[in-house]
Every structure is written in C-alpha cells, then in structure tokens.
C-alpha cells in the first residue's frame, strides 16, 4: 500500500503508511545500525563483483526488517544500480518515480534524475528522457550529473 501511495505521488500518506509498519527492529538499536552500515557496504560490494541478484535478496532483508527503508534513497539507488545493470529498465524506473516522489528534498536528486535518463533511455522513453534532462538542467544547471546527462543526451 504504502509502495502504491508513494507511486501515485501521495507522499504524506505514502509517509504514514511506511511509518505504520512495525520495524522488526527497534530504531534505537545501535548495534543494529552498525550491522546494517556493514550489510550495506557488504551490498555494494557485491553488485561491484556483479552479484546483482544477492544484492537485491539483501537489500529486501533489509526492507523487511525496517520497512521505511523502502523511502531511503541510499537503499533506493543500490537496488536502481542493480536493475540497470540487469537491463530490468521497467523497475528501474517505478523505483526511481517512487523515490522521485518520496525524497524530493533528498541531496542526491540529481543522481536519481540522471538514472531516470537512463532507465528512461534503456526503455526508449523520449518523453520521460527529455523531461528528466529538462529537470536536471533546470533544477541543477551545476551539478556534475548534468554534465554527465548532457553526453548522455548527445548519444
């Protein structure tokens, strides 16, 4: 539910319906939040070994422990990496829309706009290309991404 409130742009509900979900573990848990620093450094080594579905199998324990982790950005780009390197462009992108919509204000918006150009490209989506390109030129003129965009869009 809260996965379809945050696609739909919802995202207050989408918010109230991730926070509504009992975490499996305590938030206060610090020995908890070190593992977890350490599963995911142990995630992005593995999709750099090209283990892409024992990333994702992770980063899903992950979630299901605590579920507001599906609005994290950083759990959000390590499973977009790992769909664009499958060529699963279709996930890619849903994922991408979500976070989109869920970390708005997030730092790391213009990284997720250069994946939706991708996921956008992979799929041979013109018009969502074009409108992630616009956002990212518009939104972010300085932002390495858009120099990045502007090869991509060059191709």
Do not use: N
């Amino acid at each position: 539910l809260a996965d379809a409130l945050a696609g739909l742009g919802r995202r207050e509900e989408a918010v109230h319906a991730y926070e509504a979900l009992a975490d499996v573990v305590p938030p206060t848990d610090r020995r908890y939040a070190v593992q977890r620093r350490g599963r995911l450094l142990g995630v992005q080594a593995a999709i750099r070994r090209g283990e892409y579905d024992a990333a994702l199998e992770e980063l899903g324990r992950l979630e299901w422990e605590t579920p507001h982790e599906r609005m994290d950005d950083e759990t959000g780009l390590l499973r977009v990496e790992c769909h664009l390197a499958q060529a699963d462009f279709r996930h890619a992108a849903a994922t991408l829309d979500r976070l989109l919509k869920i970390q708005s204000a997030s730092p790391r918006v213009p990284e997720m706009l250069y994946l939706q150009m991708k996921a956008s490209q992979g799929l041979k989506d013109s018009a969502g290309f074009q409108t992630a390109y616009a956002r990212l030129q518009k939104e972010f003129p300085y932002a390495a991404e858009t120099a990045w965009a502007s090869r991509l869009a060059q191709k």
